[in-house]
């Protein structure tokens, strides 16, 4: 019997879910609408929110699953990284609710779990994969040899790519979180209406800060000849940006292919949600014969479907966590 409960709250989603021998029998996702009048998450109110969402939401993770509370054999929770209040009431709940129901407790690196996502459906890929990790926070190419052996090829050496759809968002004055947004202004617009940058980084790394300014500039500069150009050609600078911004990811991620001549590519994380990178992940399957793994819309942004499967193998190998845990805002895979 493998029963896992999978608890996520690195960021702003108090996420719970239930995994029976790898199997998710629920995945309960109660976000934040607080943040969306700062313009991005604010620390300490995720902290708050996480400490009223987290009870009922393991409530709703359980009725849903149709299990009860002693038919759990693992508590399984996000140790990092993330933001260090947020983390510690995951952190903390679960350390609790382990030695309530006296069953193990057992770690999860985020960024594992996205990536470990790929193992929650069918199809699955097979060791070793590459994969584009691209959330909030980070952007990653992964070699990934096992379950948790997997070694960083390359990174973001400054912001990450959801941090370049969020940043854009902002200078175009649409709130918080901005990329979903983008996502969806672009598919009305040209993606050859205006050309932004590509930066010559060496290697397998990234950057998008270039990107940002170059944005920045060209907006300002445009509104000044005509106040009205981000309401006229919205769609078209959203799909431009969009286009630059995969064409990147999607130029390491061939570079990386060549280097390891790997022919299995997965996207994961939030930016994997967006249909401009989804598309050009098709294409590269067409074009570069590559097996490509893109993960169902909701285990793409944050979720502890992702931590429960982590904690599923996990839980198999017998890796379980001491009671002296404690969260790692910083924490690599
Ligand atoms: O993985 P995630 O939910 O949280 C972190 O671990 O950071 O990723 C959130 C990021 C945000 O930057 C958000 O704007 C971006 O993913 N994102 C998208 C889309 N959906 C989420 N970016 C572009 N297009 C989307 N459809
Ligand atoms: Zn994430």
């Known amino acids: 019997m493998?029963?896992?409960?999978?608890?996520?709250?690195?960021?702003?989603?108090?996420?719970?879910?239930?995994?029976?021998?790898?199997?998710?029998?629920?995945?309960?996702?109660?976000?934040?609408?607080v943040h969306q009048a700062y313009g991005g998450v604010v620390p300490e109110l995720a902290s708050r929110a996480h400490q009223q969402n987290i009870i009922p939401t393991v409530h709703?993770?359980?009725?849903?699953?149709?299990?009860?509370k002693k038919d759990i054999n693992a508590v399984a929770f996000t140790r990092g990284p993330g933001l260090l209040g947020a983390?510690?009431?995951?952190?903390?709940?679960?350390?609790?609710?382990?030695?309530?129901?006296?069953?193990?407790?057992?770690?999860?690196?985020?960024?594992?779990?996205?990536?470990?996502?790929?193992?929650?459906?069918?199809?699955?890929?097979?060791?070793?994969?590459?994969?584009?990790?691209?959330?909030?926070?980070?952007?990653?190419?992964v070699l990934v040899n096992d379950y948790f052996d997997m070694q960083v090829l390359g990174q973001t050496l400054d912001d990450a790519a959801g941090e370049a759809f969020d940043k854009t968002a902002k200078v175009l004055g649409?709130?918080?979180?901005?990329?979903?947004?983008?996502?969806?202004?672009a598919r009305e617009g040209d993606p050859n209406a205006f050309s932004f940058p590509e930066p010559s980084i060496a290697g397998l790394d990234f950057s998008f800060s270039g990107l940002k300014t170059a944005i920045l500039y060209f907006v300002r500069d445009r509104v000044k000849e005509n106040p009205d150009f981000l309401k006229e050609r919205l769609a078209d600078i959203c799909a431009s940006v969009q286009h630059r911004i995969v064409s990147i990811l999607l130029n390491k991620l061939t570079e990386a292919a060549k280097r390891t001549g790997i022919r299995q590519v997965a996207i994961a994380g939030g930016v994997s949600a967006n249909s401009g990178l989804r598309a050009a992940m098709e294409t590269a399957r067409r074009e570069q014969g590559w097996e490509v793994f893109i993960p169902k819309m909701e285990y793409c942004t944050d979720n502890a479907a992702m931590i429960a499967i982590a904690g599923y193998y996990k839980y198999l190998a017998g890796d379980f966590a001491g009671q002296d845990v404690s969260p790692l805002a910083r924490w690599s895979i």
Do not use: W
């Not at 960021?11 to 021998?21: F, G, I, K, L, M």
């Not at 709703?60 to 009860?68: D, E, F, L, V």
């Not at 129901?101 to 060791?127: G, K, T, Y």
């Open 60 to 68: 709703q993770a359980i009725k849903i699953a149709k299990i009860s």
């Open 174 to 185: 649409l709130p918080y979180p901005g990329g979903p947004l983008i996502d969806r202004y």
């Open 87 to 141: 983390l510690l009431v995951g952190t903390s709940f679960a350390k609790s609710f382990a030695l309530g129901l006296r069953v193990p407790l057992i770690e999860v690196n985020h960024m594992q779990a996205h990536i470990l996502a790929h193992f929650i459906d069918q199809p699955q890929p097979s060791f070793p994969f590459l994969c584009l990790t691209v959330s909030g926070g980070h952007t990653q190419i």
């Open 2 to 33: 493998g029963v896992i409960l999978g608890i996520e709250s690195s960021c702003d989603e108090t996420s719970v879910a239930v995994c029976d021998n790898g199997r998710i029998l629920s995945n309960i996702i109660a976000g934040q609408q």
